[in-house]
Each structure stands twice: as structure tokens, then as C-alpha cells.
């Protein structure tokens, strides 16, 4: 309603409003303890405007419940819905659903997920807002996309969650563009107990993207929470397959765990044998990584995982993946991620059935294999990377309207 009356009095040539319910319910299997589940339901509404010819604006505000698992057990894998990220202005809130003295069984929360406000001149758009950032060509591996990466681990990544960010895109010719972002990456601005405002609270990045040929060609400079990051990527076709690659090299603060630069680096092809087939493949280096699993466990309770910058602890990785169109309504999957130094592995099978043209369902889990996890210590020994990750399957429902 509120939307429909900005609309009318901004004299709106078009408003859509539209939305997704999702349903969610993940079983995991952790190593010698008892299984847990958690069920997640997300309602999503979304509005766009178009106000004239130049101006635009789009808002998505979510509202996620999930029950609580006794004991908080943690999973290698989420469901991908309900996602927050760093915010300027605190638009998130979470219901205390517990009786008093009691804890939470379940979660209630609402979150603005999208909120943003675009002036769109010809060959130009300025992106006020919060938004959706994506840089890079990789899939499995992203080391160019350096605001709020998904994990591998993730089922739904339908929508990323959105930062509060500038944004200008420049373009020109046929494919030729220069983007530069400046997104908030810290705590909110109106949080009692933080400091000033510093480097570390922005990442700012100036991507540019010309063509050569069948060629697309990348360059990053930016400054990731304090930290120089410069990238390269390249997408590109060899006869009927498509290769693409990327590769970053950071340069960590003085207080940073890593005191060398280090570089992250993914090459990955594709190929379609049939029009009904997709096979893909990538391999990663990850500069900063170990090849000791005694050292993983600082890794994974390190700064970079707790900003969700990176999910990975190791330093080679490669990845294979399947897509099967089974009939116009069904479609398969199967990917693998792995561990080269450890080893160990990480098996993805799905299977998705178009219910109606505004409904979906999708099933699927995760095989892990490596050495498994010893918790009877004081302190848990990792004995490899993908190990440590509990076997889950899941189910999910989607309905559009």
C-alpha cells in the first residue's frame, strides 16, 4: 500500500509487486552427536517503480521464521534464505519469541533486503542504496567477488543478500563498462559500542570490462576493509567450450593473520554436449590457505571467515559439475568439490521439478568424505577440510506470485 501510494504521488509510469514464499527443511548428521533439522520459511515482497524516464527504485523486505536446534549445533550448509549482510542503518530486526527466562525455539525476523534508488541518463547508472554486488566469472570459486560471497555450501543462492552501497556504472560501444562501488562492510553507524569510522568499515572497488573478439576482459583495483586488492579476469570461448578465469592479489594490513600478500586464482571451463547437458569444471589456488589440518580450525574461527569472505581453508581445490534436463518439468544435478591436499570431498546431488509455471520443489543434500572431525577433546582436531562438514539432505518449496 505504501508503494502504491509513492507511485501515484511521484507519477509513476509503471509499479510491479510481486514476491516468493519459500519453505525449507535441513537434516544434518554431525559426527557422534544426535542428527538435528531446522525448518525455514521466507516471505519475500517485493516493488519496483519506474518513476519517469531517467529514475527508478526497487525494494524487498523479507520475513524469515526458523526454529532453533537444541544445543545450536552448527552445519556446513544453509539454506540460503534469510542471508543478512554488514548494514549502514540497522534495517534488521529479530523477535524475542521466548517465554520470559526461557531461550528462543524460534527465530522471527524482518530485514530490508533491497532498498535502492537509480538515475539511469543515457550510458550511465548511479545506484544509491541497498543492492546486490557481484564482480568476477567464477561459479564455485569466486575471488574477484569481494563483497559478500556466497559459500559453495549454499542451496538457494537465488538472491544475494543486498549491502548498503554507491554504485556508478559507465558504458560504452557494444559490451564495454567501468564500475566503481563503494559498499559498508562494518557494523551499523548508530551501534553504541563502535569507534570511528575507518578503512576497514569500506570496501571500495572500480571494476572495468571491455571486449575483444568473443573475448571479455577484466580489471579490479579496490581497497577491501583496509586491504589493496588488485584482479584480473578473462571469459572467453575455445571452439564450443567457454573457459573463464580470475585471479586477485591482496594485500593484507598490518594486524592481518597473513603477513605475506597472497594471491586467490580460479580457471574453470564450460560445455554443453547436448542441448539438454551442462558440464562444468574449475580449479582454485588460494594463496593464504594450509595444507595441515591442525592449522584449520585458527583458520575457520579467523576474521576472514567470520565476514564471510572466504569458506575455504586449504590451497587447492578443483570442482566438477552435471546439470541433466530430464523433461521440460524435471531437471538433475550433481556437483563435487574437493580438497586436493587433504583429501576430501564434498558431493552436491539435486533433483527440481517445475510443479506450475509459479511453483517449484527441489531436493537434494550433501555427501562429505575425509577424514572425520575428533570432538572428544577439549579442543575438536579437524583431520580434514570437507570432513568436518555433517552429510545433510534437505527439501525445498518455492511459490512465486
Do not use: C
Not at 194 to 200: C, E, K, M, N, S
Not at 239 to 251: K, P, R
Not at 288 to 298: A, I, R
Not at 332 to 341: D, K, R, V, Y
Amino acid at each position: 500500500m505504501i508503494w502504491a501510494w509513492l507511485a501515484v504521488a511521484a507519477g509513476a509510469q509503471e509499479l510491479l509487486v510481486n514476491g516468493d514464499v519459500k519453505l525449507f527443511y535441513v537434516t544434518s548428521f554431525p559426527t557422534d552427536l544426535p542428527a538435528t533439522g531446522q525448518g525455514t520459511a521466507d516471505f519475500r515482497l517485493k516493488a519496483q517503480l519506474q518513476l519517469g524516464k531517467y529514475w527508478s527504485a526497487s525494494a524487498h523486505h523479507t520475513l524469515t521464521s526458523f526454529n532453533i536446534p537444541a544445543g545450536g549445533a552448527v552445519t556446513g550448509t544453509n539454506s540460503g534464505v534469510g542471508l543478512q549482510a554488514p548494514e549502514l542503518v540497522r534495517m534488521t530486526h529479530t523477535f524475542d519469541t521466548a517465554p520470559d527466562g526461557q531461550p528462543n525455539q524460534l527465530g522471527l525476523r524482518t530485514r530490508t533486503d533491497r532498498l535502492w534508488v537509480r538515475f539511469s541518463p543515457p550510458s550511465l547508472d548511479i545506484t544509491v542504496g541497498r543492492q546486490p554486488v557481484t564482480f568476477g566469472t567464477g561459479l564455485v570459486f569466486t575471488p574477484m567477488d569481494v563483497v559478500n560471497p556466497f559459500s559453495a555450501a549454499t542451496i538457494d543462492t537465488e538472491y544475494k543478500p543486498g549491502v548498503d552501497a554507491v554504485r556508478a556504472d559507465a558504458y560504452w560501444g557494444v559490451a564495454g563498462r567501468a564500475t566503481a562501488v563503494l559498499a559498508w562492510a562494518g557494523a551499523p553507524i548508530h551501534d553504541a559500542d563502535r569507534g570511528a569510522v575507518g578503512l576497514d568499515d569500506l570496501i571500495g572497488v572500480v571494476n572495468a570490462q571491455a571486449t575483444v573478439g568473443v573475448t571479455d576482459l577484466q580489471l579490479l583495483v579496490g581497497s577491501v576493509r583496509a586491504e589493496p586488492v588488485f584482479g584480473v579476469g578473462v571469459a572467453s570461448s575455445i571452439g564450443v567450450v567457454g573457459v573463464h578465469g580470475d585471479a586477485t592479489l591482496t594485500l593484507p594490513t598490518e594486524d592481518a593473520a597473513e603477513e605475506d600478500p597472497f594471491v586467490r586464482a580460479v580457471v574453470g571451463a564450460d560445455w554443453r554436449p547436448t542441448n539438454t547437458t551442462t558440464l562444468s569444471a574449475e580449479g582454485y589456488y588460494q594463496g593464504f590457505g594450509t595444507n595441515d589440518p591442525d592449522e584449520y580450525l585458527l583458520l575457520f574461527v579467523g576474521e576472514r571467515f567470520a565476514r564471510g569472505e572466504v569458506w575455504q581453508v586449504g590451497r587447492f581445490y578443483g570442482s566438477l559439475a552435471w546439470a541433466q534436463e530430464i523433461s521440460a518439468l524435471v531437471s538433475s544435478s550433481i556437483a563435487l568439490i574437493t580438497n586436493f591436499e587433504d583429501p576430501s570431498m564434498l558431493i552436491a546431488p539435486g533433483l527440481s521439478w517445475s510443479v506450475s509455471n509459479e511453483a517449484a520443489m527441489s531436493v537434494g543434500g550433501f555427501v562429505s568424505l575425509g577424514g572425520r572431525p575428533d570432538l572428544s577433546a577439549q579442543i575438536p582436531e579437524l583431520r580434514s577440510e570437507f570432513g568436518t562438514y555433517p552429510p545433510s539432505v534437505f527439501v525445498q518449496l518455492r511459490s512465486y506470485f
